[in-house]
């Protein structure tokens, strides 16, 4: 009978345990990789030893894409510029619906490059930044039309297949009380790139499965809801030598010294400063350094914009001192944080490999293969039953459940603590 109380008794306690002593705060208890990460700056999150690590570089495009602005997009992508393993660089565009021609779009992908998305329109959703006549702040339907429709558009249009499309951007990094994050995770995206942080915290790609400090976010609501293995690759401000001020992307030239003619070798020192903070062994430790590229304003004033990042890309792959650095898309970069492995093993790494497959981005769209015979296949592919999860997936979230609260830890105490008491009783108190 003794036995049943206290086996009665350890329940009530697990009970006890999984309500009261749920752990909120994000730990490496409860967080463990490949499905959970927290938010840490300013250190190397990892088990290997920093100066192993790769430094990524990763270039995020965002605008119109069109043959008005691809000609840049050409030349930073030029098959020549490769990384230390011989595989072509490569990059993410958050592609919109505004004069896109999602002919080119298919093509970046098909050079295995990264399509992510914005909204369909790319409208600012919380301020009228263009000085529409009749624009209003969005509502929840505005929200879920835009991603749908925008998803449809890359489908449709572009052939690829939504499996493909799995990360996104808020236009204009405008957050309105993070009505996109749900919608995201239903379409089974499998991350969100809309945080910008201050450049004093280099933090890395984290899960939002838990609660965040939002002081050092600079775009953020107040509150941010946990979206279990959701990932967030936040951006950083960034900032310029001798200078208080920071700019909140590359294009955004309020920190640059206002006497000084922006010039190309201007535009260079501003890109190498702030790469410098991210590879550095004792600030950032070699944190993803994201650059956001506006398409129309890289096309504009080439000879200075174009030039000064063409000539950081041929600095680093050409300087023996830089053979750490890899310039990849967001998602090559994700696969490496969930799967971190060290810079001798990069070169068999499936996420950074290439095929022999000849890159060419001068091509005619026309003659362009797709994996698609016609408009009704495509359309087969929109369906919200299939997802882009892998098969390992779920097994990680299983896992991730057991430790998320740290109740495997408290029940094992609590069980251990049941076996005491019962020999203790039976040696003492137990009737001979």
Same mark, same amino acid.
């Given at each position: ?208 499965? /838990?609660?965040?400090?939002?002081n050092e976010c600079m775009n953020c609501d107040e509150s941010y809801p ?18 208080s001020e920071s700019c909140r992307t590359f294009s955004d030239p309020s ?70 650095? /890899? ?106």
């Amino acid at each position: 009978m003794m036995f049943w109380h206290l086996t009665y008794l350890f329940f009530c306690l697990l009970t006890f345990t999984s309500v009261f002593c749920a752990d909120t705060s994000c730990t490496t208890l409860n967080c463990q990789l490949p499905s959970c990460q927290c938010p840490i700056s300013n250190r190397n999150p990892t088990s290997l030893n920093v100066t192993d690590i790769p430094q990524l570089v990763l270039f995020t495009f965002v605008g119109n894409l069109n043959q008005y602005t691809f000609d840049s997009v050409r030349s930073i992508l030029n098959p020549a510029h490769r990384n230390p393993n011989k595989c072509p660089i490569s990059s993410t565009f958050f592609v919109n619906d505004n004069f896109t021609d999602y002919c080119l779009v298919q093509r970046l992908f098909n050079n295995h490059n990264e399509i992510a998305m914005t909204t369909s329109s790319n409208r600012c959703p919380l301020t009228n930044c263009y000085e529409e006549n009749h624009w209003r702040q969005w509502i929840d339907n505005d929200w879920k039309r835009e991603i749908k429709q925008q998803r449809l558009n890359l489908i449709e249009q572009s052939y690829i297949h939504h499996s493909h499309i799995k990360g996104f951007r808020v236009p204009h990094l405008q957050i309105d009380e993070n009505k996109h994050l749900e919608l995201i995770r239903n379409f089974h995206f499998n991350y969100d790139s809309s945080m910008l942080f201050q450049s004093s915290k280099l933090i890395w790609p984290f899960t939002l499965n /838990y609660p965040i400090n939002l002081n050092e976010c600079m775009n953020c609501d107040e509150s941010y809801p946990t979206m279990e293995g959701l990932w967030q690759f936040p951006l950083h401000e960034w900032t310029y030598s001798n200078t208080s001020e920071s700019c909140r992307t590359f294009s955004d030239p309020s920190c640059l010294p206002e006497d000084e003619v922006h010039t190309a070798d201007l535009l260079f020192d501003f890109i190498k400063y702030n790469f410098d903070r991210h590879s550095s062994l004792t600030l950032g430790q070699r944190s993803p350094f994201v650059i956001e590229l506006d398409l129309m304003w890289l096309s504009e004033h080439q000879n200075k914009r174009l030039e000064a990042m063409l000539r950081f890309i041929e600095y680093i792959l050409n300087s023996e001192d830089h053979r750490h650095v /890899y310039f990849v898309s967001l998602e090559q970069a994700l696969e490496w944080i969930k799967y971190p492995r060290t810079l001798n093993e990069l070169e068999d790494f499936w996420a950074f490999s290439c095929t022999d497959t000849i890159y060419d981005y001068d091509i005619d769209c026309a003659a362009l293969q797709t994996d698609f015979s016609s408009k009704s296949d495509a359309q087969r592919l929109i369906s919200k039953n299939e997802t882009n999860k892998t098969d390992t997936e779920p097994v990680d979230r299983q896992a991730e459940e057991l430790f998320r609260s740290g109740i495997l830890v408290h029940s094992i105490w609590i069980f251990i603590l049941l076996i005491i008491v019962v020999l203790i009783y039976d040696k003492y108190f137990a009737k001979k």
